[in-house]
């Protein structure tokens, strides 16, 4: 194998692929001759409509415009998901990107919010200003508000995955990757098993340095070829199975993701521009195919725009996301269902990680181990984080097997920890880089009902006077610059 690292080979497109060749070949510009090889006969799943705030660096960092972006993914704002029957049936809590308040020296906002329980009515989240805006359709790019004092609106997209794959396609293309459209039909390895090249239908054979996998659930290079493993998180990520449809568009055009718990699964609805994209996650466990199809079609708001797309997959990891010169990207290196909307961000995050660990361009040992260190403690945070929605749930219909299965399992050790931590003092412990925030956790816990026994005996510090007034502030603060943003759909037309 050699380790200088001249040529990259992408295999497969969509989302992921393109996504790694536009970052690739933005940041080595012309140091590096990248290929990627798309076959015309094997679709993208092409659900990964909701995104997470981080891909605006993302586009950034590629230099791409938000609003040629937005115009050209018929994309629509996101400010937070909403839950709806999660806790219990009738309950809903939003998980609002941004900040929460304000935090007052060392003490977090919510231990003040807290030492004001129960006495006072207020909601946590009328002190988060991305939920405000998403509950009254509104929105602007303010990323700071009250003379700085006060974070503003932290926001991410809902957008089309197969048009921002084609905006890439152009992106990476000009800059000057090779776009190969055929299918591989036979993977060559070298004396020390590591890819040496790639055959092609067309007759041609495709040699590389790196080779990287975006094929997807199908994972052609980094499991089919290599052999990896997999490392399932089954026993505690139940829901298998997904179905997705897109329908027309609904008015007005909101700006969150839903996501809509039935007694087998949950429901996803997306507003884009031009239409809804809808799905279904389920557990076979716990429902047939056709069973969640039924009830997927029946809950659509709108005329549906094509037949459904069943997708099967197995919640986990590979056990190596670098092996030899391949890395897996995207669905290739695992899925952890569509809940949190990161399959996109991992892709993100496993490029940066990527360009990070291969400062010269060279294959390392000690690099390869360090990548995929990194890779299996980010796949373990945010599978907590998913774990944490079903294990919470209080629902208690007599067709909830799934969620009663959810609330009794074991949970991993480290998302014990967090949760015990919170329930008995209301601290929450974010480790260095972890994806989601201290707000996250917080919003999710407090939804699902679990308020602690103590708080912070800094937030004591104010009188209970003084804490009354503090909250009464902010929320007049919110709403003075609430009644200042246009519509989201005022935006969208701008």
């Given at each position: 194998?050699?380790?200088?690292?001249?040529?990259?080979?992408?295999?497969?497109?969509?989302?992921?692929?393109?996504?790694?060749?536009?970052?690739?070949?933005?940041?080595?510009?012309?140091?590096?001759?990248?290929?990627?090889?798309?076959?015309?006969?094997?679709?993208?799943?092409?659900?990964?409509?909701?995104?997470?705030?981080?891909?605006?660096?993302?586009?950034?960092?590629?230099?791409?415009?938000?609003?040629?972006?937005?115009?050209?993914?018929?994309?629509?704002?996101?400010?937070?998901?909403?839950?709806?029957?999660?806790?219990?049936?009738?309950?809903?809590?939003?998980?609002?990107?941004?900040?929460?308040?304000?935090?007052?020296?060392?003490?977090?906002?919510?231990?003040?919010?807290?030492?004001?329980?129960?006495?006072?009515?207020?909601?946590?989240?009328?002190?988060?200003?991305?939920?405000?805006?998403?509950?009254?359709?509104?929105?602007?790019?303010?990323?700071r508000i009250h003379n700085n004092q006060l974070a503003g609106i932290t926001h991410a997209y809902h957008f089309d995955a197969g048009l921002y794959a084609q905006l890439l396609t152009e992106y990476a293309t000009q800059r000057g990757v090779k776009h190969i459209q055929a299918t591989v039909i036979r993977t060559n390895l070298t004396e020390d098993d590591a890819i040496a090249s790639l055959t092609l239908d067309d007759g041609q054979t495709i040699e590389g340095d790196l080779f990287i996998d975006c094929s997807g659930l199908r994972a052609h290079l980094i499991e089919q070829a290599l052999n990896v493993g997999y490392e399932s998180y089954q026993d505690w990520l139940v829901c298998d199975s997904a179905w997705a449809v897109p329908c027309e568009k609904v008015e007005p055009i909101i700006p969150y993701t839903r996501s809509i718990a039935h007694?087998?699964?949950?429901?996803?609805?997306?507003?884009?521009?031009?239409?809804?994209?809808?799905?279904?996650?389920?557990?076979?466990?716990?429902?047939?195919?056709?069973?969640?199809?039924?009830?997927?079609m029946e809950n659509l708001d709108a005329p549906a725009l094509a037949e459904p797309k069943l997708i099967r997959f197995t919640p986990g990891r590979r056990e190596k996301q670098w092996h030899k010169n391949c890395v897996a990207i995207g669905l290739s290196s695992g899925f952890l269902e569509p809940l949190e909307s990161t399959s996109l961000h991992l892709v993100q995050t496993a490029v940066i990680r990527l360009t990070k660990l291969m400062p010269n361009l060279t294959i390392k040992p000690s690099l390869v181990e360090e990548y995929n260190r990194q890779s299996k403690l980010e796949f373990?945070?945010?599978?907590?984080?998913?774990?944490?929605?079903?294990?919470?749930?209080?629902?208690?219909?007599?067709?909830?097997?799934?969620?009663?299965?959810?609330?009794?399992?074991?949970?991993?050790?480290?998302?014990?920890?967090?949760?015990?931590?919170?329930?008995?003092?209301?601290?929450?412990?974010?480790?260095?880089?972890?994806?989601?925030?201290?707000?996250?956790?917080?919003?999710?816990?407090?939804?699902?009902?679990?308020?602690?026994?103590?708080?912070?005996?800094?937030?004591?510090?104010?009188?209970?006077?003084?804490?009354?007034?503090?909250?009464?502030?902010?929320?007049?603060?919110?709403?003075?610059?609430?009644?200042?943003?246009?519509?989201?759909?005022?935006?969208?037309?701008?």
């Open positions: 194998m050699n380790n200088k690292i001249k040529k990259i080979v992408i295999l497969g497109g969509g989302s992921s692929g393109w996504m790694t060749a536009a970052l690739l070949c933005r940041l080595y510009k012309q140091q590096l001759d990248i290929c990627l090889i798309e076959s015309p006969n094997i679709g993208t799943i092409g659900v990964g409509e909701a995104t997470i705030p981080p891909l605006k660096i993302f586009n950034d960092v590629l230099g791409l415009n938000e609003k040629d972006f937005i115009a050209k993914t018929q994309a629509s704002i996101k400010l937070g998901i909403q839950f709806e029957h999660w806790g219990k049936q009738g309950d809903a809590y939003m998980h609002a990107f941004g900040e929460l308040g304000k935090n007052i020296g060392y003490c977090a906002f919510h231990h003040y919010w807290l030492a004001n329980q129960p006495k006072s009515s207020t909601s946590l989240w009328d002190y988060s200003f991305n939920y405000q805006a998403a509950i009254k359709n509104k929105f602007d790019a303010v990323p007694s087998f699964g949950w429901q996803w609805r997306i507003p884009l521009q031009h239409r809804t994209g809808n799905g279904i996650v389920f557990s076979s466990r716990y429902a047939s195919d056709e069973q969640a199809k039924q009830v997927l373990e945070q945010i599978r907590d984080f998913i774990i944490l929605h079903y294990h919470l749930n209080q629902r208690q219909g007599n067709n909830d097997n799934l969620w009663q299965y959810c609330r009794d399992m074991a949970i991993p050790a480290s998302l014990q920890r967090k949760i015990a931590l919170f329930a008995e003092t209301g601290n929450l412990q974010r480790f260095q880089d972890e994806l989601f925030t201290n707000e996250a956790w917080l919003q999710v816990m407090v939804g699902q009902g679990v308020l602690p026994q103590e708080y912070n005996p800094l937030a004591d510090t104010l009188s209970r006077q003084d804490n009354q007034d503090f909250l009464d502030n902010l929320k007049a603060v919110y709403q003075h610059y609430l009644a200042q943003l246009p519509s989201h759909q005022a935006f969208l037309n701008k």
